[in-house]
């Protein structure tokens, strides 16, 4: 207890003193951020490698990549987001300045999860240095009611901004890497400001008892009721980034509508009409190789263990085989013929994990894979056909290499299926129909979604990344990573001339007044 209050209380000692005071100083705390990236990038693809057997390829671009597009847009975009934001004014303060002024909150807790262990503690980091504003300088109103522009003009002349101090706690599950963060972020960032707790259950239950002015936790749902309420002792805001069984419904109508049609006219052999059809209106259906290949990258990439993978498919009974057939030839495609000797292919993080998994394939039917292998956490790419909604698989988030499809009569079975689960953190929907993609959104609700592929609105550092319901609350990445750790400081500046104005709202009488 006594060290994290050290911590905590050397962070915040460090935070009030004011030594990282101007813009200037949190950006160059994000330089050197990314010039540990570059310089350890090594040591980092090993760590990564060690932990969850991610080879070099596949570390460099599902964290390492991420780290260093976020560290970019924080730093071009610093300045202008640390302006304070002017807003339209009445006519009792249309002679005042008023503004929007983004602040620091103070001391923060970033608590990582291990499936991307770097990332998922380094993004944060980076919005919670960049966040608070800049009034560094000296701004002045310009532009009509005074209000409608700021703008910095002069040299700095007076100081009163603060970045977040920051305690991080890397995930214990992938040691190797929350070990390197230990070692690396003291090298290159300010030590107090920015302290590395390692350790496990205990050391974040101790943490937790502490004060903070804002934590961001990624990781299960449970845990995150326990972070909430640790937190709700303090009044402590928090970001929760959690999981849950993201759908992915393919709607495989279009093209089988068009063979029904040719089918039911009469024609034999439908497969030049189909492809005729085809060139015309780039239609494609759940027979869609692409389709099934976008999938299966999405799903299979970091072996399953990625929160916004999709969980299990939503399709019409009529076309599960050519689903199946098609992701086997993907599977082949992407790993070769033996996918324990493929590099790209990782392992699963440990032997509880490993075993969970496993369990979830009791009385399935496995239409591929299925093959494990305890002492390397080796588990096949797995696929489920006939899946009931009621099974142990479709319970609980599988966060592995383990593909169930449920059968489902159309798009409105589909809708009603996600509806009557708990909110899930993402959503996909595969068709060439605008209409249905756009009822599938306004009908259901998720943390985010992708028509026509999976994973990548997370890839849109514009857009914010979070849950809804059980999958999380806030967001991040991006301005909105800057928005999370600042609070928006309502700022009216007035001077002392024109009291006569004030006479309006002051009593005796000031309602009738102000009824001419
Ligand atoms: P984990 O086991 O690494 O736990 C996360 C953190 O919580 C760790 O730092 C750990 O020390 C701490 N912790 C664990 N148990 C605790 C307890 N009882 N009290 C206090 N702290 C505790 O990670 P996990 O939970 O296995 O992560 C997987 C889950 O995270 C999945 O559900 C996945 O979907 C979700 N996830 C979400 C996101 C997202 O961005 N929304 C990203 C990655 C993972």
């Known amino acids: 207890m006594e060290r994290m209050q050290q911590v905590v209380g050397r962070a915040r000692a460090a935070f009030s003193s004011g030594r990282c005071r101007s813009l200037e100083f949190r950006l160059q705390q994000l330089k050197n951020l ?31 990549m991420g780290v260093l597009g976020e560290l970019a847009l924080a730093m071009e975009n610093l300045p202008s987001w640390a302006a304070p934001q002017p807003v339209k004014k009445n006519l009792l303060t249309m002679r005042d300045e008023a503004y929007i002024y983004p602040e620091p909150l103070g ?45 910095r003009v002069g040299q700095p ?63 299960n ?23 849950g069984k993201s759908p992915c419904y393919i709607d495989g109508a279009v093209s089988y509508t068009h063979l029904d049609v040719y089918k039911r006219q009469g024609h034999e052999d439908v497969s030049g009409l189909l492809w005729a059809h085809r060139w015309q209106w780039g ?12 999938i299966t990258w999405g799903k299979y990439m970091n072996c399953g263990q990625t929160c916004i993978a999709p969980d299990y498919i939503l399709c019409e009974p009529s076309i599960q085989s050519q689903v199946v057939e098609n992701i086997k030839a993907t599977l ?42 305890e002492a390397s956490c080796f588990i096949a790419p797995t696929i489920l056909t006939d899946v009931s909604a009621e099974s142990k698989v479709m319970e609980e988030e599988i966060f592995g290499p383990v593909l169930p499809i449920v059968s489902v009569k159309g798009v409105d079975e589909a809708i009603e299926f996600i509806n009557s689960r708990e909110k899930p953190l993402a959503l996909y929907v595969f068709s060439n129909d605008k209409k249905l993609i756009k009822r599938v959104i306004s009908e259901t609700s998720s943390g985010g979604m992708t028509a026509n592929d999976v994973i990548m609105h997370s890839t849109v550092l514009d857009m914010p990344f979070g849950g809804v319901g059980n999958s999380g609350m ?23 001339k024109m009291e006569g104005m004030n006479k309006l709202r002051y009593p005796p009488g000031s309602q009738k007044k102000l009824d001419w």
Request: hydrophobic share 40%; proline share 4%; glycine share 10%.
């Open 34 to 64: 990314e010039r540990m990236v570059r310089e350890k990038e090594k040591e980092i693809l090993a760590a990564l490698q060690s932990d969850l057997h991610k080879c070099g390829h596949n570390a460099y671009s599902h964290e390492v």
């Open 107 to 151: 001391v923060v807790l970033v608590i990582g999860a291990w499936n991307y262990p770097f990332m998922l503690v380094v993004q944060p980091l980076i919005g919670a240095i960049a966040a608070g504003g800049d009034l560094h300088g000296v701004w002045v109103c310009v532009g009509a009611m005074g209000g409608e522009k700021i703008a």
């Open 157 to 219: 002349h007076w100081v009163c901004v603060l970045g977040n101090a920051v305690v991080v706690k890397p995930s214990e599950v992938s040691e190797h890497t929350s070990q390197l963060l230990a070692d690396l972020l003291p090298q290159y960032l300010d030590e107090e400001l920015y302290p590395v707790v390692t350790g496990g259950v205990p050391e974040t239950t101790e943490l937790l008892t502490q004060r903070f002015d804002h934590i961001l936790y990624t990781g």
């Open 221 to 243: 749902t449970a845990v995150g009721k326990i972070v909430m309420a640790a937190a709700a002792k303090h009044l402590t805001p928090v970001t929760l980034e959690l999981g």
């Open 283 to 294: 239609l494609e259906g759940a027979e869609s190789p692409c389709c099934c290949r976008r």
């Open 332 to 373: 082949q495609e992407f790993y070769g013929e033996d996918v324990k000797k493929s590099p790209d292919y990782e392992r699963i993080v440990n032997k509880r994990h490993f075993r969970r998994i496993v369990s979830l394939l009791e009385g399935q039917k496995i239409a591929h894979g299925g093959e494990t292998d």
């Open 474 to 496: 806030g967001a991040y990445h991006g301005k909105h990573s800057f928005e999370t750790f600042s609070h928006h400081r309502a700022c009216l500046i007035k001077d002392l």
